[in-house]
């Protein structure tokens, strides 16, 4: 990508349909809604397409787990993340999901088109198959035990009647491909353990499927009823039928990709079977796969039956989306892994964005106030300031190549660079003396100055912070937009005279954790009750929920001490909006603290008295200075929290089992 060129397209995976958005989502997500951001506010015409992949044997499976047919099971799912999306103000310009009509017209064509070439045949596969992955590997290629070389969970084994593309045949073409382009995949890194895995020879890939249902039936042509498409083939095709390949293609003019952001985990299928499918299509090649790491949070993977999968609404809701937009982007390098904890969150909110540029926002509107009645004007800046002008241009020139090359972390410390020759001009010029010694045009340029960079600072700023940068632009008096972006950045120019408006602080200080993880997290009760039902309803539902809720064995459960707890008092935590400090009697010589995460659902009187379940095993933790003894057992959904309570009061301390 180049800000040369003038039609941009940018794509995130589209998303399995049987899980909720975590932060492994939002990331691409937002990587790709920066990106996209950027490329509109420097002139080019930009599409931005994310969306949902909703065919194949783990959605049908998990549909079935919960009793729902696959096409209601995913509109639910595919709505949650659209609607996630829209209150992150992600500005996709389409969302595609797999079950469109024109999605199955498009591949149905692109199948047709293949075939037609000789590039597909029907043969028989036999072979080890991952649900969980929806990938074929061959022996070799499984663990030792037999499992499935990316998840580690158990494979099964497929005989059937497939069709087979040839993908032994674009063998030397994708080397010959990763050798000329060596910018194809990102990080170049990576590209190494392709060329390898290619360069081992490639079999041919078995692309339908005929022991299930749910998926693209093939083109009527083959009069071939039997076969559905194999997922993968299906859910690639999405990039260039949400373009309208094989219906209205006047979106075609975007295609190739510009960058397509993938999951480490998906590499392999966007850096080698997808080229090949488009090869076999005579279409173009994106630009750039660019495959990112991974996120754990406080060291450890994550996993619904940890309970510890970070929510990102959840995040956003105690620290604001901009904050955690700007972590994900900043806290680790493209590529590479990185790790989630609040603590790392609070530390960039308190001193990249409170310190370094919420505070020199402050200064200016102090200093603007104090010596010119918040009236600034730009013109002797460069009389006097031309030396830090012009070390600040060149750093954000040269930032830009950052963004497009998505060293997105070095993109902000270039701009971080920025606000400190602004922050340290204050320290070294001194305007209140300035003012105080009459010299009153130098201290007007030396405020000017700071204003100026912080302008610059916000409008390349602004697609990653697009909310918070919005206060600083009605700060400033400034409109970023295209033109804002030509003068300011791209001409070097200076801001027109402008009023500064006073406004609260941009990121106020936190001082404590915002989230007790151990006392609100629904997914650990979520999992604790889908295993109650499998105990119930026996081996269909455990088979089912097997490979994506992680299931624990009956000695890992009552590895958990379950216990009826008496709410004896209850208060509020000041400073808190989540936290409710309860005493609870289980029955024990005297009562436990704990900690809830429930103000919001409760109040503080209307517990006291009542009875509750309570995990009484817990190692206490604290949160907000304080020892929570234990976590109370709630269950939350759109309609709010509710606590488990008995039926009927039980003595406290009664265990549950
Ligand atoms: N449906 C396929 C993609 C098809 S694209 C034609 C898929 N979906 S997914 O929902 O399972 O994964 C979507 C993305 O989330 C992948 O890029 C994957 O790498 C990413 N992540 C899943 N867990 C993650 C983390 N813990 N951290 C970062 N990203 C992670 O695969």
């Known amino acids: 990508m180049s800000n040369k060129e003038k039609s941009i397209y940018i794509t995130t995976p589209i998303y399995y349909v049987n899980d909720v958005a975590h932060i492994g989502h939002a990331y691409t997500t937002i990587i790709a809604d920066t990106l996209a951001r950027y490329a509109r506010l420097t002139g080019n015409k930009t599409f931005f397409l994310t969306g949902t992949d909703e065919h194949g044997q783990k ?9 729902k047919s696959p096409k209601e099971y995913a509109d639910e799912v595919s709505g949650k993340f659209r609607t996630l999306w829209d209150d992150f103000g992600i500005t996709y310009d389409k969302f595609i999901r797999t079950t469109d009509e024109e999605h199955k017209t498009g591949v149905q064509k692109a199948f047709q088109t293949m075939f037609d070439k000789g590039d597909i045949y029907k043969g028989n596969y036999e072979g080890n198959y991952c649900v969980s992955c929806e990938t074929f590997f061959t022996d070799a290629q499984l663990l030792d035990n037999g499992g499935c070389p990316d998840c580690g969970r158990p494979t099964t084994i497929v005989k059937e009647e497939s069709y087979f593309f ?60 039997k076969h559905v498409m194999y997922v993968w083939l299906d859910a690639l095709l999405n990039y260039i039928t949400a373009l309208g390949y094989g219906n209205d293609e006047a979106n075609m003019e975007f295609w190739p990709a510009n960058i397509q952001l993938v999951g480490k985990d998906i590499l392999r299928f966007h850096a080698i079977f997808w080229p090949a499918f488009l090869m076999s299509l005579e279409l173009p090649l994106p630009k750039h796969i660019a495959a990112h790491g991974w996120w754990t949070r406080d060291g450890e993977k994550m996993s619904k039956s940890k309970g510890n999968v970070v929510d990102p609404r959840e995040i956003c809701e105690a620290y604001g989306l901009d904050a955690f937009r700007y972590f994900l982007l900043r806290e680790v390098p493209f590529g590479q892994d990185g790790d989630f904890s609040q603590r790392a969150l609070m530390d960039r909110i308190n001193s990249d964005l409170g310190n370094d540029l919420g505070n020199l926002l402050n200064r200016i509107i102090g200093m603007s106030g104090k010596y010119f009645d918040y009236k600034l004007t730009s013109k002797d800046v460069a009389k006097f300031h031309q030396k830090e002008l012009d070390e600040v241009q060149t750093l954000l020139a040269n930032s830009e190549e ?36 009459g010299k009153i045009e130098e201290a007007m340029a030396l405020v000017a100055l700071i204003t100026n960079i912080m302008a610059k600072v916000a409008v390349l700023l602004k697609s990653v912070m697009p909310l918070k940068i919005g206060e600083v632009e009605k700060s400033l008096g400034i409109n970023i937009d295209t033109g804002a972006y030509n003068k300011l950045i791209k001409n070097n120019e200076l801001m027109d005279d402008t009023v ?153 301390g009664t265990k549950v089992s």
């Open 402 to 437: 950052f963004l497009y090359h998505l060293q997105i972390n070095r993109f902000l410390e270039e701009i971080w660079k920025v606000l400190t020759i602004g922050n340290k001009a204050i320290g070294d010029y001194e305007p209140w003396n300035m003012v105080k010694d």
């Open 500 to 652: 500064i408006t006073k406004i609260d602080a941009l990121f106020p200080r936190i001082e404590e954790e915002l989230i007790a993880v151990a006392s609100s997290n629904p997914t650990t009760t979520e999992v604790v009750k889908e295993v109650l039902v499998c105990q119930n309803e026996r081996t269909i539902k455990i088979e089912a929920l097997e490979d994506e809720a992680n299931l624990i064995t009956i000695d890992q459960f009552f590895g958990t001490t379950l216990k009826i707890g008496t709410i004896v008092s209850a208060e509020e935590v000041p400073k808190s909006s989540k936290l409710l400090k309860l005493q609870v009697d289980l029955g024990e010589e005297r009562t436990r603290q704990i900690l809830a995460g429930i103000k919001e659902y409760y109040s503080a009187e209307s517990l006291i008295g009542t009875q509750a379940c309570v995990v009484a095993n817990l190692k206490p933790a604290k949160l907000m200075g304080m020892v929570s003894e234990g976590m109370l057992l709630a269950a939350k959904d759109e309609n709010g929290l509710h606590l488990l309570r008995p039926e009927a009061p039980k003595k406290s």
């Open 166 to 225: 040839a993908l032994s045949k674009y063998e030397d073409k994708l080397l010959k491909l990763y050798e000329n382009n060596p910018d194809f995949i990102l990080p170049k890194a990576k590209a190494k353990e392709i060329v390898n895995f290619v360069s081992g020879g490639l079999n041919d890939l078995s692309i339908s499927r005929t022991s299930f249902d749910w998926g693209l039936k093939l083109p009527a042509s083959m009069n071939d009823d």
């Open 59 to 67: 959605i049908e499976t998990s549909a079935a787990a919960r009793g």
